[in-house]
């Protein structure tokens, strides 16, 4: 059976916000890190992957939940579990426990598996991930992911941004992070302190690279923000829902 895996996490003072809050981006990190820590453990991480079967691991969209946000330095416990996969698609779950002993934070993620070559989607069963394994049915987050706004204008945009260096991840491509850093950017200092994060969603539809000019576009309604990210052709890469109320 493909056990939870977990471990111990305290916050860090690089991974909060102004309010000494855990920022969405790093809760994000965090959990595709976990993630990529427990495909080792599967026989399921990048290099495996890469070696037998030519293919890696994409994720197409996330969804994150805050019951609370965690505050700096606060002891919390991290979990993750994969569902049983599709033919295409897998699923994944995440929560993040509070030094009170209830979920903070609770997400899940879709997956997909990608030929290196083509770039084109591969069926799960083609590669070395163990679908007779026995897998948790558990979910962390029951509600549906959410059909994301992306009929954003020019006066939607905010900034825009070139792709660095420091932007890409081992595959060369803009890692899913760094997107989700830029979305919260479109916002300033002050926004965090005066607002709680209770929903986050991201949809990824395609990559960028270092050198692209990527543009940052926000439209808010309340406690309620469509966000994206466009490339200089003005197609979308990310589009984002994230949901707040007052501090």
């Keep these: 059976m493909l056990k939870l895996y977990e471990k111990p996490y305290k916050i860090q003072s690089s991974a909060v916000n102004a309010a000494g809050k855990l920022t969405v981006a790093e809760a994000l990190r965090l959990f595709q890190d976990m993630a990529g820590e427990h495909s080792v453990v599967t026989g399921t991480d990048y290099y495996n992957l890469l070696t037998k079967n030519n293919a890696f691991w994409i994720i197409t969209r996330t969804r ?17 579990w994969p569902n049983p996969p599709g033919s295409i698609a897998a699923s994944r779950n995440y929560t993040l426990t509070g030094a009170d002993g209830e979920v903070a934070v609770s997400a899940m993620s879709e997956w997909m598996i990608i030929d290196a070559e083509t770039r084109r989607v591969r069926r799960v ?13 558990d979910t962390a987050i029951d509600e549906p992911y ?16 070139v792709i660095r ?39 990824y539809a395609m990559e960028s690279r270092e050198g692209e000019t990527v543009g940052i576009y926000r439209r808010s309604e309340g406690g309620k923000h469509c966000l994206a990210v466009k490339n200089s052709a003005g197609k979308i890469l990310v589009t984002a829902e994230m949901d707040t109320i007052p501090a």
């Design 146 to 161: 959410h059909r994301l706004f992306s009929a954003f204008e020019d006066s939607d945009l905010v900034f825009t941004h």
């Design 64 to 80: 994150l939940h805050f019951n609370r946000e965690p505050v700096m330095y606060e002891d919390t416990v991290a979990k993750t």
């Design 165 to 203: 260096c420091s932007d890409t991840d081992m595959t060369c491509h803009t890692n899913n992070t760094v997107y989700c850093r830029l979305m919260l950017d479109a916002f300033p200092t002050s926004f965090f302190k005066e607002n709680t994060v209770t929903d986050f969603e991201l949809r």
């Design 125 to 137: 069963n083609t590669t070395c991930y163990p679908t007779d394994e026995e897998h948790i049915p």
